[in-house]
């Protein structure tokens, strides 16, 4: 009787740490908003598993918990359902997903610095084309509205978050500053392009500054960022040069 008890115990446990990606148990002094906060910031399922000490019977799933994890204070954290241990435990455990970006993300955004280096080789060649210096303004305002409406998904991933209106808000800024570029003539507008990829940067750089799931974003959007201006002003300089 005892053994099936024990089976019972372990199957119970099982399928409570297995309930979700993130499993936190944790006692009612455990303050654990920040930490719900971040998962939901990441789009981590996860669950919290309440664990009042006055009762006899958690006092006793918590003596289950210590013998089968070793860890012998609250929060545990099981990832997948694998013991990870407290919460720096777990965050570092998250760490890739926090702070990493993909390999497709990385292929992607680098691979989008091209028609930038097409451009100002095109113009280093015919720097006298509007044709070319058209095409790579043009290129520059797509980006710029795309830059912008990664505010949006933002806001629809987490439409609860204090920051939604200004996010929202800035998100159509730059598509609207970068069509108002393209009237320009060729040299104005690369010039105004410039300028508004600057901008975009540093405003873009305040606006991400506190969210710790678009860490390896930020890192990326840093190199992006500083690659295209670098085109940008090359290519500027270019046509200006060409008169």
Not at 79 to 90: C, D, T
Not at 138 to 160: K, N, Q, S, T
């Amino acid at each position: 009787m005892a053994g099936t008890e024990s089976r019972s115990d372990a199957e119970e446990l099982r399928a409570l740490t297995e309930s979700a990606e993130v499993v936190v148990f944790r006692s009612g002094l455990t303050d654990t908003r920040e930490l719900a906060a971040w998962l939901e910031r990441l789009g981590v399922d996860h669950t919290f598993v309440d664990m009042p000490m006055g009762e006899a019977e958690q006092r006793e799933r918590f003596r289950r918990l210590q013998q089968h994890t070793g860890w012998h204070g609250l929060p545990m954290a099981f990832h997948h359902g694998e013991f990870v241990g407290g919460e720096p435990e777990l965050r570092r455990a998250l760490a890739p997903a926090a702070g990493e970006p993909s390999h497709w993300l990385s292929a992607l955004g680098y691979g989008g610095l091209v028609p930038f280096i097409a451009g100002a080789a095109a113009l280093a060649v015919r720097p006298d084309s509007p044709l070319v210096a058209t095409a790579l303004a043009g290129y520059a305002a797509v980006i710029l509205a795309f830059l912008g409406a990664v505010h949006w998904g933002r806001v629809l991933a987490h439409p609860e978050r204090a920051d939604a209106r200004r996010l929202l808000q800035w998100g159509v800024i730059p598509a609207l500053l970068a069509w108002v570029a393209l009237l320009a003539p060729p040299p104005v507008g690369l010039g105004l392009m410039l300028g508004l990829v600057a901008l975009v940067h540093v405003v873009d750089r305040q606006l991400l500054a506190s969210d710790p799931a678009m860490a390896g974003y930020r890192r990326l959007r840093r190199h992006l960022s500083w690659g295209a201006l670098a085109l940008l002003a090359l290519s500027w300089v270019l046509v200006l040069v060409a008169g």
